[in-house]
T-cell receptor, first 113, second 115 residues
Framework: GENVEQHPSTLSVQEGDSAVIKCTYS??????FPWYKQELGKRPQLIID?????GEKKDQRIAVTLNKTAKHFSLHITETQPEDSAVYFC????????????FGGGTRLMVKP | KAGVTQTPRYLIKTRGQQVTLSCSPI?????VSWYQQTPGQGLQFLFE???????NKGNFPGRFSGRQFSNSRSEMNVSTLELGDSALYLC??????????????FGSGTQLSVL
């Protein structure tokens, strides 16, 4: 089955700096890669996703890049703000029935004001 | 629209007991997935249901089971509870499990403590 590795497990940045979180996946058939943000004590929420037919997707200060050959994808947050502090989870999923969404271990991002 | 509703919010049980957790998806969503969240372990997939059928099952022992009803509501049952089952159990719904409707909407979770 799919295996998703996420790094780093914790990341501390200064407000205004950029943050990058990286994930690798094992199943070359995976074609859907979402990122979820979970603030302390709250439920995970989708912040951005990408499919294997594109290499990059942006939404304001966040972007995701995908390298299918190397089987890794990354989340980039620019101009970080204190409200970006949360746990971020990457995930990967293949096509068709029988393929489930597999999450990485999570990255705790702390943005220091 | 109401969000995903999970009940109860908190549960305290003792070893050997069984427990049933409930999840009501967003109206119109037919896919429900369950995840176990523990500190340091991220989100571990338990199972996924779509139209009352189990599509996938994660690597958990047979003590963990689930079902989905015709109104898409889902229940998860854990029998013979162990201390290691203490965790936050999250349910998530989506319109469909594949294609363009895969976005998961999570509930607030049920915090299970096994003493």
């Amino acid at each position: 089955g799919e295996n998703v590795e996420q790094h780093p497990s914790t990341l501390s940045v200064q407000e205004g700096d950029s943050a990058v979180i990286k994930c690798t996946y094992s199943d070359s058939a995976s074609n859907y890669f979402p990122w979820y943000k979970q603030e302390l004590g709250k439920r995970p929420q989708l912040i951005i996703d990408i499919r294997s037919n594109v290499g990059e997707k942006k939404d304001q200060r966040i972007a995701v890049t995908l390298n299918k050959t190397a089987k890794h994808f990354s989340l980039h947050i620019t101009e970080t703000q204190p409200e970006d502090s949360a746990v971020y989870f990457c995930a990967a999923k293949g096509t068709g029935a029988g393929n489930m969404l597999t999450f990485g271990g999570g990255t705790r991002l702390m943005v220091k004001p | 629209k109401a969000g995903v509703t999970q009940t109860p919010r908190y549960l305290i049980k003792t070893r050997g007991q069984q427990v049933t957790l409930s999840c009501s998806p967003i109206s119109g969503h037919r896919s429900v997935s369950w995840y176990q969240q523990t500190p340091g372990q991220g989100l571990q997939f338990l199972f996924e249901y779509f139209s009352e059928t189990q599509r996938n099952k994660g690597n958990f022992p047979g003590r963990f089971s689930g079902r989905q009803f015709s109104n898409s509501r889902s229940e998860m049952n854990v029998s013979t509870l162990e201390l290691g089952d203490s965790a936050l159990y999250l349910c998530a719904s989506s319109l469909a499990p594949t294609g363009q409707n895969e976005k998961l909407f999570f509930g607030s979770g049920t915090q299970l403590s096994v003493l």
